[in-house]
T-cell receptor, first 114, second 110 residues
Framework: EPEVTQTPSHQVTQMGQEVILRCVPISNHLYFYWYRQILGQKVEFLVSFYNNEISEKSEIFDDQFSVERPDGSNFTLKIRSTKLEDSAMYFC????????????FGPGTRLTVL | LAKTTQPISMDSYEGQEVNITCSHNNIATNDYITWYQQFPSQGPRFIIQGYKTKVTNEVASLFIPADRKSSTLSLPRVSLSDTAVYYCLVGDTGRRALTFGSGTRLQVQP
């Protein structure tokens, strides 16, 4: 069964450093998403991406965040200058298209900012 | 996405059937109802989706009354491994941001 994959599974970084989280969505999917979940809190939407551009983003997704689909398979989330409060699980998701479709999530990357 | 209300927690025993009901009074005509399961430190996992009446797959059943203002996720014969948080989401889940609430924390006891 096709699945969303994410790398790395765990990333530790120093405050102020840049990190790039990588995702490989399901191959025939057209919509891509990033969510995050701070420990013990709800899953929060960050951004959605379709047709090589951002289609929706939340207030959390400020100028320090960016997304890119550098090739036909990868989808990345970059955090330019990490803060302590960026420590969280980051989930990538993808969906095909259409109201009746649903989003499939990857296993997540645990980001720890020291 | 439409606002949803579901119980904060539920307890059950192995082998029992568990029914989790979600209220979504403001569901729109085009909205689908989707349930996800999440284990600690893992991504949400799609369980089932429906629009009306009843949907069944190998994992669960989803019951939706005619007015669609609520839905019930039914897990037959739960096991310890079904201990997780279950989220009910309503809307255009194929293209729009998902808004996760706190979900229902199901604890299955031996």
């Amino acid at each position: 069964e096709p699945e969303v994959t994410q790398t790395p599974s765990h990333q530790v970084t120093q405050m102020g450093q840049e990190v790039i989280l990588r995702c490989v969505p399901i191959s025939n999917h057209l919509y891509f998403y990033w969510y995050r979940q701070i420990l013990g809190q709800k899953v929060e939407f960050l951004v959605s991406f379709y047709n090589n551009e951002i289609s929706e983003k939340s207030e959390i997704f400020d100028d320090q965040f960016s997304v890119e689909r550098p090739d036909g398979s990868n989808f990345t989330l970059k955090i330019r200058s990490t803060k302590l409060e960026d420590s969280a699980m980051y989930f990538c998701a993808s969906s095909r298209q259409g109201v009746e479709d649903t989003q499939y999530f990857g296993p997540g990357t645990r980001l720890t900012v020291l | 996405l439409a606002k949803t209300t579901q119980p904060i927690s539920m307890d059950s025993y192995e082998g029992q059937e568990v029914n989790i009901t979600c209220s979504h009074n403001n569901i729109a005509t085009n909205d689908y109802i989707t349930w996800y399961q999440q284990f600690p430190s893992q991504g949400p996992r799609f369980i089932i989706q429906g629009y009306k009446t009843k949907v069944t797959n190998e994992v669960a059943s989803l019951f939706i009354p005619a007015d669609r203002k609520s839905s019930t996720l039914s897990l037959p014969r739960v096991s310890l491994s079904d201990t997780a948080v279950y989220y009910c989401l309503v809307g255009d889940t194929g293209r729009r941001a998902l808004t996760f609430g706190s979900g229902t924390r199901l604890q299955v006891q031996p």
